[in-house]
């Protein structure tokens, strides 16, 4: 295993370590679950320049790297939305995981049609926003609420674009008539 797929790897690891801290009133639990997150969003940054530098874009890499930002993400958006436990931050937290799970559907749906997509400067815009959303939510910053529904704006416009780039795309594989 290289390791572009070691900082996979430890992202998948350090996302229930991150739920424990922000569910376990401790002291310090909030730092703590700060910098954990914020070490495991920096691994998934870590991972695609180790893969791109080294040549070493695997399939493990293909398949789990976006599955560990979906772990990641998705648990440690729903363990915030517990401790805020407010209708705007769950309706925020559906509509983001109900986006994951329609660009994964799409994507799955594609991939044995020979259609492939590679991160696009949407995606990584929208993985930004939802960092900084989870990081303010953490530290229950007081912007934290906009930030997420900012995140939750460049979701759907995310969402979108990789359906409609996707239905245009696989419209080129279906049988002729």
């Not at 939750?152 to 409609?164: A, E, P, R, W």
Request: a positive charge; proline letters at 3%.
């Amino acid at each position: 295993m290289h390791i572009a797929n070691i900082f996979t790897s430890m992202r998948i690891i350090l996302a229930p370590l991150c739920i424990t801290f922000i569910l376990w009133d401790v002291p310090h639990s909030k730092i703590i679950a700060f910098s954990i997150y914020v070490l495991a969003s920096l691994t998934d940054a870590l991972d695609g320049y180790f893969a791109r530098r080294m040549h070493k874009i695997s399939d493990f890499g293909k398949y789990f790297d976006p599955l560990a930002d979906k772990i990641l993400n998705i648990s440690v958006l729903f363990s915030l939305a517990l401790t805020v436990n407010a209708l705007w931050c769950w309706s925020a937290v559906s509509i983001i995981v109900m986006r994951e799970i329609a660009v994964a559907f799409v994507r799955r749906w594609g991939s044995p049609n020979g259609i492939s997509r590679a991160a696009n400067n949407n995606g990584k815009i929208k993985i930004f926003a939802q960092i900084f959303a989870v990081c303010a939510l953490i530290l229950d910053v007081a912007i934290a609420p906009y930030l997420l529904w900012l995140a939750v704006i460049f979701s759907l416009y995310s969402g979108v674009y990789n359906v409609s780039v996707w239905r245009i795309r696989s419209r080129k594989y279906e049988p002729q008539q």
